[in-house]
């Protein structure tokens, strides 16, 4: 830590300092990487500061011992809809019901104007249960296709984080530790910022409005430009497969030489590297939505149920009508109509 840098953290907006309460909402089978990425920026921070400013809490609606994706355990507090709040809640990624006890809380921090944050799946849960939110939306690029496809979203954006009245969506996961930079950088001075990004090793604190790298083509330094350009085409064109000839054209090499740096960098052909992606979509598609299977089989560029039918089983070794019955779907909409108040008058 370099001692010249100043320890006092900038003032809020009151002109005062002010330290914070994180609460970290976390559920059975919770992401350990959001989880731990929240909390080591957290203490990275207090340490950058010699004090501590921020603290957090875990909480849950099955209070005690909460075990995440991988086997990680925390003990958790009993999160009270209307009681005991702090400063920010975090409700981290992972398995999500589809109405989770968390969105009341999570509603009742709203109205008392403290700030709330859904990472990855509890965005996509939101996004989900609320059909005309403020202001913009955002969850892992993952679901951002099955929520385009299976219901109307005009406010979803692929940005790293939105702010919605005071809710906020974000993409979590690897790009968790900048958000939370960006939720505590109004009270850390600007050498603070740096010293911490240069702690947790980040060459660059990617902003909110960043747009996610969605697709592998996105990673450009992995791969050789032509690989790049091809793969982005690929994924620009699922739904209506280009000929391979016409793919290499655009790329501005032969045939040949596509299909060597392929074998080279994938061990696999350019024409079988394409029928993956497809296959792919078509994955998320089946298990992330209730789409007809011959409307993804015309999504993905299949064609029909059977040719879609034959490829996933042949990269997943499971057919469509077997991946999405591994689903609970609720499907008897009157076990979604409220019930009749009989305390009502007649």
């Known amino acids: 830590m370099g001692g010249h840098l100043p320890t006092d953290p900038a003032p809020n907006a009151a002109g005062t300092s002010a330290r914070r309460m994180f609460e970290l909402y976390v559920t059975a089978g919770f992401s350990e990487l959001e989880l731990s990425a929240i909390t080591h920026t957290l203490a990275q921070a207090n340490d ?21 994706a991988s086997g990680m355990m ?27 006890a968390w969105l009341a809380r999570a509603r009742a921090m709203q109205r008392q104007a403290r700030l709330v944050v859904l990472l990855s799946d509890a965005a996509t849960v939101y996004i989900k249960s609320t059909t005309q939110p403020a202001g913009g939306v955002t969850t892992h ?13 005009p406010n979803l954006t692929t940005r790293f984080s939105e702010n919605s009245d005071g809710i906020i969506t974000a993409a979590g996961v690897g790009a968790t530790a900048e958000l939370v930079i960006g939720l505590i950088a109004s009270q850390l001075q600007a050498p603070h910022v740096a010293e911490l990004g240069n702690r947790l ?7 909110s409005d960043a747009e996610q790298p969605k697709d592998i083509a996105d990673n450009e ?38 299909e060597r740096v392929f074998r080279k960098v994938f061990n696999d052909s350019p024409a079988r590297f ?11 598609m089946i298990e992330e939505t209730l789409m007809p299977m011959v409307d993804i089989a015309v999504a993905t560029g299949f064609g029909s149920v059977n040719t879609l039918s034959k490829a996933v089983k042949d990269e997943y070794g499971m057919t469509p ?4 019955a591994r689903r609970k779907i609720t499907l008897l909409a009157f076990d979604e109509e409220p019930k009749p108040d009989t305390n009502a008058r007649g």
Not at 274 to 284: E, F, I, P, V
């Open 48 to 68: 950058t500061l010699a004090e501590d400013w921020f603290s957090w809490r875990y909480v849950s609606d099955a209070p005690g011992l909460v075990k995440g």
């Open 74 to 100: 925390v003990r958790a507090e009993p999160a009270i809809v209307n009681y005991g709040f702090s400063d920010v809640m975090i409700v981290v990624g992972g398995r999500q019901d589809d109405k989770p």
């Open 141 to 153: 690029w993952r679901d951002i296709a099955a929520l385009e496809e299976s219901g109307y979203h």
């Open 201 to 207: 090793l980040l060459h660059t604190i990617r902003k």
């Open 221 to 258: 330094g992995l791969f050789d430009i032509h690989v790049t350009q091809a793969i982005r085409l690929m994924e620009d064109t699922i739904a209506e497969p280009m000929p391979m000839a016409e793919l290499t054209a655009q790329v501005g090499l032969s045939t040949r030489h596509l």
């Open 274 to 284: 394409y029928k993956k992606l497809r296959a792919k979509r078509a994955r998320t």
């Open 321 to 324: 009508s077997k991946m999405r």
